[in-house]
């Protein structure tokens, strides 16, 4: 790991501009006890404000670098983690985390965050570089055709191995333990591809957090918020803060994305030991709208509620940030309840209902235009199913097995412990 201070850093220097000294800064927070050393007065200063390290990520090809970049607040025991585009071509998360970094800087600088916060400013920059004829395709690793939001999950018999004997009756070690091996497990992982190198990368910082939030995008959407089946609780209120109006609710016990791969090792390992915790993971992936939802509006609306949330969950305190507004109707339902909606034919898609629409089974909500008749004609797109019309694809030339759109549904569509998309 290298570490690297950029005083350079437009984000960094305005900070200090606020403030009333350096002295009355020392006040506001003391100094953090870190193993780095201290060798001037602005290190000093910088240290008690944020760190940020660059981790090395492997080198592609000759004369190429990559890096993370990861900023840390405060030095609470409890760890929040946020990180925004795994997919790397899904971009409005990445403007909500700058709006965040700075709003944390100012937060840090008035003694506010009470806990440890990272921030993953961008959480795929191998992804990032897939550019192909001014397309970034983004979502695949392009050397073994993985999703980057796939295939990182602990295996959990090899945690049950080593933690099992060690799990007693007193939940706050059992904590302790299971973060340890949970970090240490991160850190051991194994493989020399590229994705399993950026994973390693991001888990070693993210899987022993009590809380985790991954910002994603879909294609157009309402805003929506997938968490554990086991967190409803505090899923629901992180949705609340966000005023986000869909709640997916899913089994981590099945195939997981990065969100449950930080929950799934605690439900396992309480179903299998019984013991208890005090404070396991809650983790979340949160979608916000569509792919070209990029705006400082909405980013700074976001942020407002992620900062809600973290208040009202004890990371930060004194913001009175206030959860964001609600425009739809909630829905809360399993994952198994979302009807993805697929194409059966080649041509361009055209919808007639909106998002956030509630559909009846039956209901004719857009049309596939056919190409290569003789004569205009079309094929009519029913709902398969009751419920509300959450996302649309934008990529209008649709193919047979190409997804439509997903609707909310009170029934079961698939089986539970699935993904939605692959
Ligand atoms: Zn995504």
Known sequence: MMRQYDNQNPLILPVSHNLPSFRSRLRAAPVPDRSTSLESGFSLYRETVMRTDKIKLPAPAPGHDRALTVHHFGTG????????????DEWPGLLV????????????????????????????????????????????????????????????????????????DDATTNDRIMRETLHEMAQNSGGEHEIQALHRALLSQSLDAHLMLDLHCDDEALPHVFYGDHQRETGRQLADC?????????????????????????VKVAEATGAPFAEPCFAATLELRGSTAVSDELARRDADGILA??????????????????EHDTVAINVDQVRVVKSEANGIVTYHRQLGE??????????????????????????????????RTVDYLVYPGSTLGMIASDKRQIEPGRQLSF
Do not use: C
Request: no cysteine; hydrophobic share 40%.
């Open 97 to 168: 985390l700058q709006h965040l970094l700075q709003r944390l800087i100012e937060l840090e600088a008035q003694g506010q965050v009470k806990e440890s916060i990272v921030l993953v400013p961008y959480a795929n920059p191998v992804g990032m570089n897939q550019r192909l004829f001014g397309y970034v395709p983004g979502r695949y690793d392009a050397v073994t055709g993985q999703n980057f939001n796939r295939g990182m999950s602990i295996d959990s018999t090899a945690l049950l191995d080593q933690v099992r004997d060690r799990l007693g």
């Open 242 to 266: 966000l005023g986000y109006p869909v709640r997916l609710e899913e089994d981590v016990r099945g195939i997981v994305a990065f969100d449950g791969t930080h929950t799934q090792p605690w």
């Open 77 to 88: 025991e409890r760890k929040a983690y946020l990180h925004a585009g795994l997919h790397a």
């Open 358 to 391: 509630h559909l009846q089974a039956g209901d004719h909500f857009a049309d596939i235009v056919l190409l290569d008749q003789d004569k205009p004609e079309r094929i009519a797109i029913t709902a398969p199913t009751s419920g509300m019309l959450f996302t």
């Open 309 to 326: 949330f973290l208040e009202q969950q004890g990371y930060i305190t004194g913001v009175r940030a206030e959860p964001q507004p609600q």
